[in-house]
Nanobody, 123 residues
């Protein structure tokens, strides 16, 4: 079927950078919007940034100017470059994508999540 596999994340000091990647795999036909969400303990999951297949981007106010979302040319991998990290950026980060794929003789589609990656910003 379809999978989103994240890599990156970990422990970083305040002010430091971190970079994520998330690759979609399976019998893919197309991927429209891809994005990153995060969930801190006790909080709801919130959108961090998103990017359309045409390259239009959206950023949450809390990360504007610090985070950059991008996609590769094949548009199956999405990246999140995080700079100037703050302790309040500590959360589990999830990749998300709207994917159309071949399933048997049909075309299927759905919204998929990555496995989640912990980011801890602490000195």
């Amino acid at each position: 079927q379809v999978q989103l596999v994240e890599s990156g994340g970990g422990l970083v000091q305040p002010g430091g950078p971190l970079r994520f990647s998330c690759e979609a795999s399976g019998n893919l036909f197309s991927i429209s919007d891809m994005g990153w969400y995060r969930q801190a303990p006790g909080n709801q999951r919130e959108v961090v940034a998103s990017i359309s297949s045409g390259g239009s981007t959206y950023y949450a106010d809390s990360v504007k100017g610090r985070f950059t979302i991008s996609r590769d040319n094949a548009k199956t991998t999405v990246y999140l470059q995080m700079n100037s990290l703050k302790p309040e950026d500590t959360a589990v980060y999830y990749c998300n994508a709207d994917i159309s794929f071949f399933c048997s003789e049909y075309m299927c589609s759905g919204n998929y999540w990555g496995q989640g990656t912990q980011v801890t910003v602490s000195s």
